[in-house]
């Protein structure tokens, strides 16, 4: 039978997988990504993003899978 709900898994997606599988996802696109970048660039885990300067009250903190 196919998936009700294309392009997800339910299974993986469920709130107590998920989590870990999300983790390892990072940590393969990571070192995959560290591979092919520079000597002095570096792909990291839950390295923070801000957009705007720190002064705007609307700021916000962004914390992509991979920066």
Do not use: C
């Not at 599988?21 to 393969?28: G, K, Q, R």
């Not at 070192?31 to 990291?44: D, F, K, S, V």
């Amino acid at each position: 039978m196919p998936s009700p709900f294309p392009g997800m898994d339910p299974y993986l997606e469920d709130p107590s997988l998920w989590p870990d599988v999300h983790h390892e996802l990072l940590s393969v696109a990571r070192e995959r990504l560290n591979r092919q970048l520079r000597p002095q660039y570096h792909a990291r885990v839950e390295e923070r993003v801000y957009i705007s300067d720190e002064n705007d009250p609307g700021r916000k903190a962004i914390t992509p899978d991979v920066a």
